[in-house]
């Protein structure tokens, strides 16, 4: 392929404008500021679920120690009532009451330290339940500001698509009916030069690489047909000649 029209190679510069805009909107939409937050609130998250995990199970384990230690007491407690109500009742001999009445001191001491890991146990337990109710707020509280951020984000994104939607049916239009050989080119050259297979030639540089052409290299572009489809002999794009080409 060595020639197309010169009205499509000049509309080529067109579809190149919108080619680029949507790269440009395709960049944008991966570099949201939203979603570098997301990422942020995310890794918090996962910090905060792996605490609540640690946290709640050191909070059953507290109240499976409370549950045992009440039990002690109950234990203990009922085992003192039962010595009592015999006392009580009189119908023990001198022997067996002196005995109960040893063993109540003895139920008595064990119940006063059963009662004091009891309370330890709660004072514990009372204040883990408090440390994990602050990190379930906090865990609350960071999963509304992810919420509310992926709500930005798609917000964002639904901006960002609906302009790409716009510019990408206007570049359908302004491609239709280009030379499909030079069309064939541009693609094929877009693909290996960074979505720019072509650029306009403004006096002696070409607006791809921003680079002069040397003399000779623009004497012979400038001596091709309107209709020959010449290249940047630095960066290979096609080159798009004007009324100064």
Do not use: F
């Not at 395709?26 to 605490?51: G, K, Y």
């Not at 015999?86 to 001999?93: I, K, T, Y």
């Not at 091709?224 to 794009?237: K, L, Y």
């Amino acid at each position: 392929m060595s020639t197309a029209p010169a009205a499509d190679q000049r509309r080529l510069l067109d579809v190149q404008e919108l080619d680029t805009r949507l790269a440009q909107l395709a960049h944008q939409r991966r570099s949201l500021p939203a979603l570098a937050r997301i990422v942020e609130l995310d890794a918090q998250l996962a910090d905060l679920d792996t605490a609540l995990v640690t946290s709640r199970t050191a909070a059953s384990d507290l109240r499976a120690e409370l549950a045992k230690a009440e039990a002690d007491v109950a234990q203990v407690r009922n085992r003192a009532t039962r010595d009592q109500q015999r006392l009580d009742a009189g119908q023990v001999s001198a022997k067996d009451a002196q005995a109960l009445t040893s063993e109540l001191a003895s139920l008595a001491n064990r119940q006063s330290h059963l009662e004091d890991v009891e309370l330890e146990v709660m004072e514990r337990l009372e204040a883990h339940e408090t440390a994990l109710a602050e990190l379930e707020q906090a865990h609350a509280a960071l999963v509304s500001a992810r919420d509310e951020v992926v709500a930005e984000r798609d917000s964002g994104w639904a901006q960002v698509d609906a302009e790409a939607d716009r510019v990408r049916a206007q570049r359908d239009r302004t491609a239709d009916g280009l030379d499909a050989g030079l069309v064939a080119l541009y693609e094929r050259l877009r693909g290996q030069l960074g979505g720019s297979g072509a650029a306009a030639l403004r006096g002696s540089r070409c607006e791809g690489c921003r680079l002069e052409l040397n003399p000779l290299d623009l004497e012979a572009i400038r001596a091709r047909p309107a209709d020959a489809i010449v290249r940047c002999e630095e960066c290979g794009r096609i080159l798009v000649r004007g009324a100064d080409g």
